[in-house]
């Protein structure tokens, strides 16, 4: 099969969507190269201009470029979009689309111009993917179509990465809190640092390490150690992962959610708020407090700090369930349902 994948998000995209593409792309080429040969389309008119861009992003493997524009004379099977929704609707392929939530149906002012693309690949693509049964379901309400339209396929996680040097120093952080997404409500950044106002009250010495940084609106808490990182790559993501004393994960609308598996994978305590598709991803294997609720989020982190035990049960727990979860599964189930459109 030749299978043009909407590539025109990927440069720059190291999200959970990016790493969902990313590592689908990878297990295909290493594994599957008789079953499927993957071209990028990109929106680039000039594509010799852009092309190693877009190769970077892909470890260097050298696949092959073409425009949207010109995708018609590039001998095509079918085409993939993966970044939620149909961001170009000029095709007669047979076409795939993976919808990774309904954020933007369900969440106050995020991004609700983009409603228009979900519901062109409900009216373009004769497969639809989405990431978990609740997104399966939250989709199918608000894009009018028979829940059995959306196939749900979760995202994997990679066998945790051996240490090696990094320049952060881990160390110096410790004990710390981690928060790994974006600084969105929509995540609940806000409930965590309030929450973080409650846990210094009993561990002044906690950091809150972020991997972002917060905008200047975001209300600081006091007198609570706070490290804004920013972007961090998969080294130094692992490396946090290791030392943390918990991962943090109080999301108030997650299709996914990625994060709390990759942290279970290292051993690190989850705690998560019990919203959306959480319970579905986590199991078992974390600690989970009402959404919207600082004081709950941080006893339950409290605990973690206080209570060995408790702490030790949840690094236990979190390896073997996280472990249920591989990109190759993701990679194989993801290539039958695109076969299955062609």
Known sequence: ??????????????????????????????????????????????????????????????????????????GLDALWFPFNGC????????????????????????????????????????????VSHFAQTELAREL????????????????????????????????????????EWRKGIDTLLDAMTFLRQRHPEVTLALTNTLPDTAKLPANVRLAQLGFVDDATLAALYRGCAVLAFPSRYEGFGLPVLEAMSYGAPVVCSTAASLPEVAGDAAAYVPVNDPAALAAAMQ?????????????RRGPPHAATFTWEATAERTLAAIESAT
């Open 144 to 183: 009018a179509v028979p829940p059995e339209r959306l196939l749900p396929i979760a995202p994997g996680v990679n066998p945790p990465r051996a240490p090696e040097p990094i320049a952060l120093d881990v160390a110096a952080l410790q004990p710390f809190v981690l928060y790994v997404g974006a600084p």
């Open 87 to 130: 961001s170009w609707t000029n095709f007669d392929l047979p076409a795939i689309a993976t919808l990774h939530d309904a954020s933007n149906f369900v969440v106050p002012d995020y991004a609700p111009e983009t409603a228009a693309i979900f519901r062109a690949a409900a009216e373009k693509c004769g497969v639809l993917l989405t």
């Open 303 to 315: 605990t973690v700090l206080d209570d060995a035990a408790y702490a030790n049960d949840l690094r």
């Open 1 to 74: 099969m030749r299978l043009g994948g909407d590539a025109w998000n990927l440069p720059g995209d190291h999200r959970g969507i990016g790493r969902y593409l990313r590592e689908i792309l990878r297990i295909w080429r290493e594994r599957h190269r008789k079953r499927i040969e993957v071209t990028l389309v990109v929106p680039e008119w000039h594509t010799w201009t852009v092309r190693s861009n877009y190769l970077r992003e892909v470890d260097g493997y050298p696949y092959r470029v073409v425009s949207r524009a010109l995708h018609a004379r590039a």
